[in-house]
């Protein structure tokens, strides 16, 4: 498979976000900043700070981009279709550009950039707590698989820090996992604004996928599904090259086709009392998507209520406040949407079918945070020996203690 080169002669590729901001469609109308749920303009407010966005006045750009998660929803209030999210990702570029130089707090949550003078990663230290079995199968990821007509799992940096439940399951016994320590999607560069980061990272994944033979992908991770099913194609004017699927849709395929039987469910009280936290790429991947996540949960056992903000408006679990600056406490200022959506819904558990979602809220959130993917998985009669409610205990250890003491003044000032 040839690999996608960014300075192909033949090919003009976007050189950045504001390719894909349809910039003389826009009529100015304001509807993209007044719908924002992160923002609180009125009617003429958003009309005017969107024309000073649209002539790059710094200091209404940098006001808008203190109050985006860069989850891209006011492109869907947008009548005119003009992509106003690709505007926002725009000047979030220009600010990484004013800055000089990428926080540290950013390097260190995107992973695969070691071979660039990035030397300390969340997840790399994350990996160092590994066990001999759990390295094992690490290396044995990292090898480029043959599977001839059969489906390869991509297996993404969150999912590399539990590989042991992925790599003993039955249920995904027939699927050759690959995914090596530094292998990364580039989807949390791009929504960083780090335009040129993600497609390196997109373009190095896609030369790893090359060297290896299967008949389709299928994607454990949201993030990477909307890097190559999305974001490569609307913003890089690439197409991903292999058919792909995510795991929850082969999941779903192979209990409807019969091949897989559901054996346990979750409890009275686990069905009752929760409801279901969707991710901001749940709506892009359209309503068949959708549907397949509720058919999951329900063969799983959740009657999941939904919550306020969802669709259109789906509040961000707070992970996009960090791709302002790295800092974390912008986390905890968006995630209070969310907060209140739960409060208001009088449920005490949450189901999470993304791992950012799920990190964010089983660590900050209170109550229990369920995983849908090991909620399947357990459900059709796996055992779970490293759930991922420890990741806590995964994240503190010598190598993540020393490299976060280091990134302390970008991530918490
Ligand atoms: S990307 Fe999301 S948070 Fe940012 S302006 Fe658009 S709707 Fe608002
Ligand atoms: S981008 Fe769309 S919604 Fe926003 S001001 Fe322009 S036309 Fe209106």
Known sequence: ?????????????????????????????????????????????????ISKMRQGDVAVCEAMLDQCVFCYNCSYSCPVNANPAALMFERLHERRNRERGVPA?????????????????LFQDLYTDHNKDEKEIIAKWSEPKDCNDGDLLWCSCASRVFPYDIEQSHVLSGLQKFGGKSDCCGLPAFRSGLFDVGRFLANNLIDRFSQCRFKRLVVMCGSCQDMFQLALPEYFGQEFPFEMISVYQYLDEQIQNGNFQIKRQVTVDEKENTCIFHSCFGYKFGKDYLSCIKRLYQAVGFDCMELVHNGENNACCGMGGVYRQGNLWDIMNVKGVKKKDLKKSNKENILAYCYGCYFTSHLSQGGTTHFLLEKVLWALGDEIKYPISGILGRSFNFSSFIHMIGIIPSALF
């Not at 390097?107 to 950039?113: A, E, K, P, S, V």
Request: glycine share 4%; aromatic share 10%; net charge negative.
């Open 105 to 121: 707090s950013l390097q260190y949550i995107i992973n695969g950039m070691e071979s660039q003078g990035w030397t300390h990663n």
């Open 1 to 49: 498979m040839a690999r996608l080169d960014q300075n192909s002669e033949t090919m003009a590729r976007p050189k950045s976000y504001i390719d894909a901001y349809d910039f003389d469609q826009c009529t100015e109308c304001g509807e993209c900043l007044y719908e924002c749920i992160y923002k609180d303009l009125t009617k003429d407010q958003a009309i005017e700070n």
